[in-house]
């Protein structure tokens, strides 16, 4: 049996940053992904300016391979019924639109960690001075034995299903799918990701071109029809933006989210020797960007972990208290007054309004107001609408959400 300091689950980029911290600190760390390398991942790509200085800080410039045509992004456009259209620039120029299947691979390889690939964890026992990881290989069972462990290994996460069996329950899930279709004729500007506040395409639409072909993407309820949710998408875009699309190719993707935690400011750190970061522990910023917390985040509990050993310091403490500039940062982009006053995202928002006629201006409030209202439907959506408001007046994020 391997015994190292840290096993890391999934070889994305919580992982990446993460296993950056553990071995420039010189801790021996293993990642474990499920996956042969380098392995697909869906995801637009679209990395928010944060993300990016993030990537070039600890792992230096991006080669060509870990990005996608278009190579770069300008910001986001958001749709309104009303068919007022608003784009919005990052704040400090353009970033790149990355390949995630090579870009994660690059980060982890950058990391220096040593990586085993199609690798599945499957379970775990936290024996107090040490972890015993249980794997399988290639469908043979493996065991490492660690001092500690980072679940970084996506919404689904095994390694909080290990932890806390109960939890899948009791957060909001949804689903994305996203079709990929040749372009006949495509109006919207390609420099832009593109999204709709539009109660009646659904509650997370968007669009954009990758390598020469056009992305359609929609969320969906567990039981809703992709396919028909998806024809209505792409005929809406037609008839009301003239995007003239060729039928979907097969290729088509979808997966389910752990929508909501940041919404609602109920993150999950872990437990024991065991961390949980990115993704897997609710970072998941507005409009669905997550790889520039998912790198912030996995870094801290790299830190957290070599810190707690040098002042021999429960590593949960230490992770919990080093955290918490991240949960202010990524709960603050969905803090109504934050957004109305503030600029807590990375495309300036205020800015993008102000630059619309008072009428225009007057139509999206109202149209955003509607989209919001949407929200309500969910099983979870009183709750996150008594979280967002709430927030603000009480003017802090409570211990008591966080495990
Ligand atoms: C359709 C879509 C579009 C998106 N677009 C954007 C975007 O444009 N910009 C943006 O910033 N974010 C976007 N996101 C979100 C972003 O992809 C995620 O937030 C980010 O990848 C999270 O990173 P992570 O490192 O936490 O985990 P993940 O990227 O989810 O990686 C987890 C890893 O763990 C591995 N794993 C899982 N289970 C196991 C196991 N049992 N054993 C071993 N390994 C395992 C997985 O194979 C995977 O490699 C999008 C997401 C979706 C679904």
């Known amino acids: 049996m391997r015994n190292v300091d840290v096993i ?27 996956q ?30 870990t990005m996608h045509e278009p190579t770069a992004c ?3 456009t958001f749709h309104f019924p009303s068919m007022v259209s608003m784009p ?61 462990v980072i679940g970084a290994d996506g919404p689904s996460s095994p390694v909080i299903r290990a932890i806390y069996p109960d939890y899948p329950q009791t957060i909001p899930w949804f689903f ?38 056009q992305i359609v993407g929609v969320g969906f309820k567990s039981g809703d029809n992709f396919a028909k949710k998806h024809a209505v998408v792409q005929q809406y ?15 088509h993707e979808g997966c389910a989210e752990n929508f909501g935690p940041s919404l609602i400011n109920r993150y999950v750190f872990g437990k024991g020797n065991v961390l949980v970061t990115g993704q897997a522990a609710g970072f998941l910023n507005m409009i669905g960007e997550g790889m520039s917390c998912a790198l912030h985040s996995g870094a801290i509990s790299g830190e957290a972990i070599v810190e707690a050993r040098l ?29 109305a006053f503030d600029k807590p995202h990375e495309a300036d928002f205020p800015a993008a309004l102000m ?28 709750e996150i609408f008594k979280a967002a408001l709430q927030r603000p007046l009480v003017g802090g994020y409570p211990m008591k959400h966080w495990r």
């Open 8 to 34: 890391i689950v999934g070889a994305s980029l919580a992982a990446a940053a993460a296993a950056k911290r553990l071995v420039d600190a010189g801790l021996e760390t293993i990642v474990l992904e499920r």
């Open 36 to 65: 042969k390398l380098p392995r697909h991942k869906i995801c637009s790509g679209i990395l928010s300016p944060r993300g990016h200085r993030f990537l070039l800080e600890n792992f230096g410039p991006l080669p060509r391979e």
């Open 74 to 76: 300008r910001g986001v």
């Open 88 to 148: 919005m620039d990052f704040f400090g120029g353009t970033t790149p639109h990355l390949h995630r299947k090579y870009s994660d691979h690059w980060a982890i390889q950058s990391s220096g960690a040593e990586v085993h690939d199609q690798t599945s964890f499957v379970g775990l026992q936290d024996n107090g001075d040490h972890v015993i990881v249980k794997a399988r290989k290639n469908g043979e069972p493996v065991e490492y034995r660690a001092r500690n």
């Open 176 to 213: 994305v799918g996203q079709k990929f279709h040749e372009i006949i004729e495509c109006p919207l500007d390609e420099e832009y990701f593109h999204f709709w506040f539009h109660p009646g395409l659904g509650h997370y639409t968007w669009s954009h071109a990758r390598d020469g072909r």
């Open 237 to 251: 875009m037609e008839d009301k933006h003239g995007v003239k699309l060729k039928p979907a190719s097969d290729d």
């Open 311 to 339: 002042r021999n310091r429960p590593v949960q403490d230490m992770y919990r208290r080093m955290i918490a500039s991240e949960v202010r940062r990524t709960s603050d982009q969905w803090n109504p007054l934050k957004i």
């Open 355 to 382: 630059a619309l006629s008072w009428g225009d201006r007057a139509k999206v409030m109202k149209d955003i107001w509607n989209f919001i209202v949407l929200y309500k439907e969910f099983k979870w959506g009183r």
